[in-house]
């Protein structure tokens, strides 16, 4: 294990942040067992994994019996798989009645980088969980273990930021579509258009088409109150930024 | 839940022998906590997926204190993530000593896909386990879910027959690369050349070339005591087989 630094709190949030599915480890209600199974993933403002569950299915109803499991994030791509980074989040689930109040807020950050789930997201079998992590281990590659808190993962928040990022986002993907092509071009190297912001957070944001998404940090660290018009001006005048951008 | 029927038995065999990595949920032995983490993996010749672990590692002090666990293999590529076919294995696990007669072939199967892994197999506190499957959820994509048993998930073998599978392996590698990389061509579409033969059972093979690996079926179904020859002539001489290829 090494000593946590902000390298490593910044490659867990990513991670986190940009997973569209994760492996979820629960306990098989009859037995115990530990379960793993696919699930897609979003995360909430401030780094919360958000999941969308049918009730019908094992780890609805081990979570359920159960709150506690586990959620491994990081994918593999060329080359040696463990090479990878990738994160396994200990966490307590909980799952957000029809009525409550978060809900629309998760949906909406769910749906935003998964539509097609728009088709069955509010079948009356489906519930919207979110994991309240714990801590988490983080394996950067080889020889490079950290053991998080759950401060390392999860960012602070404003009065009104989360209210802000969501105007920011709407006004970015109505009127100035180009711009976050520009971004999508300029940051991770898409060339196509039609990119739109799924989710915005204090640190960073989603960018989607199609069945694509792409993780984009903020360059100059956590945005302040009333700071996303200057980051996102900033992002669209940069020429050559790729050492914060992720994939 | 659907019956299960042979094509559901192929293609859960299929994501065992073609998984090169998979996520691995054991019981944190502090507190019972489900915990998820990638392990890389091989397959034994009937089908038992195989892991090389270090004894530092969470999983394998889990698996010390408590041998149940299951393994998620199937990976996602383009589109929706949970339009791909994945399975959970359930299952019971056994690490193997040193001395252990059956080490030497699980070892060797192991390296054959991760060569790079030669580098600290043999370190002191590394040990090979077999994961004795107990049964599996099949996810096909949506709506296609079957439960299988053990005998779902594992060839039969015949007297001899595994170490005449060694034999054509190295045959064919040593004497007929060419064949190889024609196989390569025809059944997965690669046109590069350096592929080889890493392992082979009774219902198909995986070519390696550096990172990467494809899984191939015999055509014909499980091969018969001596039939290793034909089956390979057979696909050499294919054209257009590329219905019976998975990647």
Known sequence: MQPVDDAARQLARRLIRGARHGALAVLRPADGFPAASRVLLASDFTGRPILLVSGLSLHAKALANDTRCSLLVGETGKGD?????RLTV????RFIPPEDHSREG?????????????????????RFGVLEPLGAALNGGFARA??????????ETLEGLEAAALRARDHMNADHGDAVDMIASRHVGETKTGWRIATLDRTGFEIVRGDTLHRIEFPGGPVAAGGYRDVFVELVRQEDPSKNATD
């Not at 798989?81 to 980074?85: F, I, K, R, T, V």
């Not at 200990?90 to 689930?93: G, L």
């Open 81 to 85: 798989p463990l090479a990878h980074p």
């Open 146 to 155: 950290f053991e998080l808190t759950a401060d390392d993962l999860l960012d």
């Open 90 to 93: 200990f966490a307590e689930a």
């Open 106 to 126: 998760l949906r909406e950050r769910f749906l935003a980088r998964h539509q097609k789930s728009a088709l069955y997201a509010d079948f009356p079998d489906f």
